[in-house]
């Protein structure tokens, strides 16, 4: 039987990024797969990330999280949607995996690389990050994982480490593959600087929630082609992080025009831009009042998380019995 499994971490406003890369394709595969789609706030994962990482703010974040994934489209009665700590059969399948996985290929994650490098001190959990991945996907013997690009290699790691322990203790996890949107595989941080990222800050980000007058604050200021430096110079969409944006939000016909006409300079930058916020706010606007109808009734949510987490628990405490058998510990 086909599972969907994914995750997203608590770590801030969800932004476009997660919309698009991901939270769209738990919508669509939700709707495809209802029971046999699981999503999960990783709250586990959160902790991982020092930078990004507060005691006072992750419960709140956590339901945030919730709320924002309820608002783009995600039906709670429909999926089954829960909170990773409330299921501690995915920590304990997460030390099983540690003790097949090399650290050696942990050390080669891009992200970890990414990350860690970034850090004076790193903690051994951030290392640890693909192998508690592994454990959240395979616990319910997943095979189908929307996510963004940034994720290939972490899924990859995930594919060995079921192998691994098919090959050593009998045959038990599918080897899952990733599911991406082709349209939005890492769309780009509206400060210029790479991937569209919760822990890089505000300024890399078009939070779902975020106001309008703040989302246009950030666009107006956005680098675009480099090479275009008076209104009058010919521009190259292709490497303007706006026009990717307009490819995500703008109607065909707009995309045209403004692929046509920045190349021969016939649009401007800010006209440009003024069009892609009228694409935006058409988009968000009714994601953002679904979620403040959401935050009005948090009892709900908070219900459906509770029922999201025995669904879940129901799957996953067989599959980690069998584990147990499997690798012998006691039975009394
Ligand atoms: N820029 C992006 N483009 C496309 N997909 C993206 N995703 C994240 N950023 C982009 C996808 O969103 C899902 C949830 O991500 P996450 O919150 O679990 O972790 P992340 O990938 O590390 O996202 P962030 O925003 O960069 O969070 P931080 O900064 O906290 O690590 C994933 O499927 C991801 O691929």
New binding site residues.
């Given amino acids: 039987m086909s599972r969907v499994f994914?995750?997203?971490?608590p770590?801030?406003e969800?932004?476009i990024?997660?919309y698009?890369?991901?939270m769209q394709n738990y919508v669509k595969l939700g709707r495809e797969y209802g029971k046999q789609s699981l999503y999960c706030v990783?709250d586990l994962?959160?902790l991982t990330?020092p930078a990004?990482f507060d005691p006072a703010l992750l419960a709140q974040r956590t339901l945030d999280m919730a709320v924002a994934n309820f608002a783009v489209g995600l039906d709670p009665s429909q999926v089954i949607f829960f909170v990773q700590s409330h299921v501690p059969e995915h920590q304990e399948l997460s030390w099983v995996f540690t003790t097949i996985t090399p650290v050696g290929d942990l050390e080669r994650m891009t992200?970890y690389k990414d990350k860690s490098g970034q850090l004076e001190s790193v903690p051994a959990g951030l290392l640890m990050y693909p192998v508690l991945m592994a454990a959240d996907i395979l616990l319910y013997r997943a095979d189908t994982v929307?996510?963004?690009?940034?994720?290939t290699q972490h899924i990859e790691l995930t594919r060995e480490i079921a192998r691994k322990f098919n090959h050593s203790f009998g045959e038990t996890f599918p080897e899952p593959r990733a599911v991406y949107n082709k349209q939005?595989?890492?769309?780009?941080?509206v400060d210029g600087q790479g991937?569209?990222?919760?822990?890089?800050g505000e300024t890399s980000?078009l939070g779902l929630f975020e106001p309008m007058d703040s989302i246009w604050a950030k666009l107006r200021v956005a680098p675009t082609d480099p090479a275009r430096v008076r209104r009058t110079d010919p521009g190259n969409p292709d490497v303007c992080l706006i026009f990717d944006y307009h490819k995500l939000f703008s109607d065909l016909d707009t995309i045209q025009m403004v692929d046509v006409e920045c190349r021969r300079a016939g649009i401007g930058c800010v006209d440009c831009k003024k069009a892609v916020m009228t694409g935006i706010t058409a988009h968000l606007t009714p994601i953002q009042a679904r979620g403040e109808e959401l935050r009005d009734d948090l009892d709900s949510v908070r219900d459906a998380l509770a029922q999201g987490a025995r669904e879940a628990r129901a799957i996953a405490a067989p599959v980690m019995e069998e584990v147990r058998t499997k690798v012998g510990f006691l039975k009394l």
């Avoid at 929307?146 to 994720?151: F, K, L, M, N, S």
């Fill in positions: 994914s995750g997203i971490q770590t801030g969800p932004h990024g997660n698009f890369g991901a990783v994962h959160a990330n990004a992200q929307p996510v963004g690009e940034d994720q939005a595989l890492r769309i780009p941080g991937k569209m990222s919760k822990s890089k980000t």
